[in-house]
């Protein structure tokens, strides 16, 4: 991804096959690869998926929080500000480190 190849990088990350632990993350840049690539939907449905994954470990709260976040932006970017709201409400805003810039990004739905 970092040479901006997003569809060979989507392609080598959906049929990644390594360490369990990996998965989250895999997904998670298989999310952000095909966003780049010009594959919303499928983008976001991968980051969705990410920011729905159970456990409570520090590390998968931080990446949920991540994904749902990073969600919530396409969304807002593509016009989508009430699916944007009910993402950050539901997820991100809860407790967590990216609480004050979510916070201040529902607002602005609020109030915008």
């Not at 049929?15 to 990996?22: S, V």
């Not at 520090?58 to 976040?69: F, H, I, Q, V």
Request: aromatic fraction near 8%; glycine fraction near 12%.
């Amino acid at each position: 991804m970092a040479q901006g190849q997003y569809d060979q990088a989507a392609a080598l990350l959906d049929g990644w096959k390594g360490p369990a632990d990996w998965q989250a993350y895999a997904r998670f840049n298989l999310g952000v690869a095909l966003l780049r690539s010009g594959k919303t939907a499928q983008g976001e449905q991968q980051l969705d998926a990410v920011g729905q994954l159970a456990g409570d470990s520090e590390e998968l709260l931080a990446l949920r929080d991540k994904a749902n976040l990073a969600l919530g932006y396409i969304l807002l970017q593509n016009k989508d500000a009430a699916r944007a709201g009910i993402i950050w409400n539901a997820y991100a805003c809860k407790d967590r480190f990216p609480i004050r810039r979510c916070s201040l990004s529902v607002g602005g739905l609020r109030t915008g």
